[in-house]
């Protein structure tokens, strides 16, 4: 079009990232910050509102193209964002092209959910199940996957902590599958040790009972220290789950019975309120959070002996909790409290 190619800069490094935010779009930062120096006199796209689909941002781009005169050019026409029609005009375009995100969000959502509700919504099983044709999800046929799921299940009425399935597996030296997805070994699986977190994810999974269920968990959105938003994933009570199908495939154990594991996982938890059975997290421990291992680097708990508790000790319980064996090491607390107490009075005394 006439203009000399040592003045003309390609900016394609954004190209396959999402527009919905500033924070990992080198590019477009580059061109907000040579926009405010004023050294750019006009940008050129395919389509102008597709630079950001942030209103955000898309706004912070159009004030600083309007206050340096710098123009927006896209297949449409040529924009001034100087000018307030052609102002209002790009104002719209970078709404609707936000709108965009939510409609597709929308449709792409609604036809998840409509086919969930049918129990038609394939998703990754966890082991013990598979899908197969037609016959649709059904138990593993292989007998000693079979037999560590119900093992699991088993442990846990007898014992009834997760804890204690963590010790008989380790007790009577029995791995444990697991199904990998995606690398070399997708499909295929992969046996070793049970531990502690497993065992909760296993006796909480609705789909051992024979429930069809869709929303366990919810995206939600939260902003990192670099102020980009991140999201995260968070698990939803019984209550707010979207689709619960029962009875829609062969199960390990009754409907029944898997409510009456969660009442007795709900029971034995130690950081709630809202349990008669919770223990108090309050104490006379000083470094309670703070003290750590010296021999692992892991955070230690307070444990408190004796009549009421007058025997507070640290002791860190994770190669018991996690392989069933002794305490990595604890010491007492009184000892430790007294000579950290010491040190810190005596660096804020002056």
Known sequence: LGWPAKQIVILDGDLGLSGTQMANRPDFKKLMAEVSLQKVGAVFALEASRLSRSCLDWHRLVDLCGWTGTLLIDEDGCYNPSEFNDRLLLGLKGTMSQAELHFMHARLL????????????????????????????????????????????????????????????AERQVRFPKRSY?????????????????VLSILRNPAYAGAYVFGRYRGCKSFSPEGQIRGKVAAMSMADWKVLLKDRHPAYLSWEDYLANQQRLAENQTNGSAHAVSAAREGPALLQGLILCGRCGRGMAPRYGGSNGSKPTYECNWRRRELAGPSCCSVRADVVDAAVAERVLAVLTP
């Open 110 to 169: 609604g036809g998840k959910l409509n086919k969930a509700r049918k129990g038609e919504l394939r998703f990754p099983l966890p082991v013990g199940l598979v899908h197969a044709e037609p016959a649709g999800t059904v138990l593993d046929p292989d007998q000693e996957v079979q037999g560590a799921v119900r093992m699991v299940f088993d442990s846990f009425r007898q014992t009834g902590s997760a804890y204690g399935v963590v010790q008989q597996f």
């Open 182 to 198: 995606g690398g070399v070994w997708n499909g295929q699986l992969r046996w070793g040790r049970l531990a502690h977190g497993r």
